[in-house]
């Protein structure tokens, strides 16, 4: 479904990803761990249109991504959450998810002369939306404007958001960071939810125990490379991935 | 009194002009985050274009293009077609540009043009002006009568303004925009192309702004290249965030009451000497109220509302 090849790019003389390949099939959860500064995120952003490759290939259904902007990636159907999260601030909860909904008609005509449908939602939307709230525990702050929302719940619209947008394919940036163990739960929960309705994940996390529970397959970068591929139970017992980890692996587990 | 009222209904009718401006600004600066220090631009362009289509030819003594002499309301309309199309040249080249960058090039569009207004006299006869230019109604009713019809159609303008703009923010379209505002990379995630919804908004007060600009020269009867400076940006300005940026009634309401600020001296009875003196203060009471309106109620008078959003069919 969404083939990376080959990806490099550079900051000034940095090498942030140097020839990444990788390749997330429907249905699948699939996994990136690495440690800071090993291009992760970078490669995040290339992949969803927010930075441009030095060279490379990013293929998604068939189509080539590269070069395109975040906006036309998302209209095919990628959508992805951010490391720290983000909102629109000065909107409701509800105004937030709105925004994502797939095939928005946000052309001005309609907006004139047909006020009262373009000034409302259709039935269908209002369940959808009451619906995601349901899942991420946002019902009652429906008409709370963003800014006013703690930092748990903010991480929640990170989520929300992405399931409003009913996209093919999911890329989480760190979903677990700041997540407490309860909430870890219902957050793995929803995971399997979702991609047992069909939906792909590429998920990006430091939480060892928290990847290996979830992903089908699970990519190792360090520097900028891949150095490792495989089920969970592979990577994780893999030499160079322990060397990356040293410390950390024991702690998380 | 009748004289007083008629005083008043002037005045009311000027702010009713800004009501218009400070709309369309709203719709721009408020609800989508676009920076323009350049909406005279469009006022203006409505305004010449106004007078252009129907002022009688020019006079011996003077030089202006055109000057068809056609009905008023196809001047009004005109003027909003050229506010449109100007906005739409001048967006095309600066809107992709970020806030700051985007401020100086509209304030430095709207000075340019207003410098061909000035110098091109073959265009528009320069400083010196088009004068005695028809309002409406001219022929049909007695002067008094006249300016309270035009202030009627003022009010209906306005109204119908208001609805419009009031329209667009609660559409997707402006759901889109205030996002774009609120975070633009995460708007993008959304699926909403940057460029092409800030280019939409700034074409729509474009033609708003236009429109106001041939009533201003209803107003006036008389254009002149200096009307169209940039105080009258910084004006407007100052109006929707006394009003209330991001709130359309707010920003009405701010177009009328900087005018009212702003002319309020005028009613005191001094000589004329003095009233020279303390014309000057004008522009300083706007700016107390500003300063305390920004100390104790930083939202404006009427904050941005939280969106109540209902659903169809119950």
Redesign the interface.
């Known amino acids: 479904m969404l083939e990376v090849h080959d990806i490099h790019r550079s900051f000034g003389g940095i090498k942030a990803v140097e020839g990444v390949s990788l390749n997330v099939e429907k249905g699948r959860i699939v996994g990136l761990i690495g440690t800071n500064g090993a291009g992760k995120t970078t490669l995040f952003n290339v992949v ?3 930075l441009g490759a030095d060279a490379g290939r990013v293929t998604f259904e068939g189509a080539d991504l590269l070069g395109a ?4 990636i ?2 095919r159907g990628m ?2 959450t ?1 490391q720290t999260p ?7 909860v ?2 937030n998810l ?5 095939d ?5 005509a ?3 002369f047909r ?1 009262r ?7 269908e939307d ?1 369940k959808l939306a009451g619906e995601v709230l349901e899942l991420f525990g946002l019902s009652e702050k429906r ?3 963003v800014q006013d929302l703690g930092a748990p719940e903010l991480k929640m619209l990170e989520f929300a958001r992405a399931t409003m ?1 009913s996209p093919k394919i999911m890329l989480l940036d760190e979903p677990a960071a700041g997540v407490n163990l309860a909430l870890l739960d219902s957050l793995v929960d929803t995971i399997f939810q979702l991609r047992d309705d069909g939906m792909t994940f590429l998920i990006v996390d430091h939480n060892l125990g928290f990847i290996c529970r979830i992903c089908d397959y699970i990519y190792a970068m360090a520097d900028g490379q891949v150095i490792c591929e495989g089920e969970p139970d592979h990577v994780i017992n893999d030499k160079a991935v322990i060397d990356c980890y040293i410390g950390s692996a024991g702690t998380d587990q | 009194m009748e004289s007083l009222l008629l005083f008043f209904i002037g005045i009311l009718s000027i702010g009713a002009i800004y009501a218009i401006l400070c709309l369309a600004l709203n719709l721009e600066a408020g609800v989508d985050g676009l920076w323009d220090l350049g909406i005279v631009s469009f006022f203006g362009i409505g305004a010449y274009t106004y007078v252009l289509l129907t002022a009688p030819p020019a006079a011996h003594h003077q030089a202006y293009i055109l000057g068809l002499g056609l009905p008023i309301w196809i001047g009004v309309i005109a003027a909003g077609i050229m506010g449109g199309f100007v906005a739409l040249l001048i967006g095309t080249s600066s809107l992709r540009l970020k806030r700051e960058y985007f401020l100086i090039t509209t304030l430095a569009f709207g000075e340019v043009i207003r410098q061909v207004y000035s110098n091109e006299l073959w265009l528009t006869n320069g400083v010196a002006g088009i004068f005695s230019l028809a309002p409406p109604f001219r022929t049909t009713l007695e002067p008094g009568a006249q300016q309270v019809a035009m202030f009627a159609l003022l009010v209906c303008a306005v109204a119908i303004v208001l609805w419009l703009v009031q329209a667009l923010t609660i559409s997707p379209f402006g759901r889109a925009l205030k996002a774009l505002r609120e975070n633009e990379p995460l708007a993008m995630m959304a699926g909403i192309n940057p460029f092409s919804h800030h280019i939409r908004v700034f074409v729509v007060a474009g033609v708003l702004s236009g429109v106001a600009g041939s009533f201003y020269v209803w107003y006036n009867t008389l254009i002149l290249p200096h009307q169209f400076v940039a105080d009258v940006t910084f004006f407007v300005w100052t109006a929707i965030i006394i009003g209330g940026i991001g709130n359309n009634r707010g920003a009405m309401i701010g177009g009328f009451l900087f005018i009212i600020l702003h002319e309020a001296l005028r009613f005191l009875p001094l000589s004329s000497n003095m009233a020279e003196t303390v014309s000057s203060l004008r522009t300083a009471i706007v700016g107390l109220v500003l300063i305390l309106v920004l100390r104790w109620r930083p939202e404006g008078l009427l904050s941005e509302k939280r969106a109540r959003i209902v659903v169809r069919g119950s």
Do not use: C, H
């Not at chain 1, 902007?69 to 036309?72: D, E, I, N, V």
């Not at chain 1, 928005?104 to 001005?108: A, E, V, Y």
């Open positions: 969803s249109g927010y902007p975040p906006y036309q998302a209209k959508v992805r951010f983000t909102g629109f601030p000065r909107m409701t509800l105004e709105l925004v994502f909904l797939r928005n008609d946000t052309s001005i309609p907006a004139l006020r449908i373009s000034g409302s939602i259709s039935a209002s008409d709370v404007w947008a």
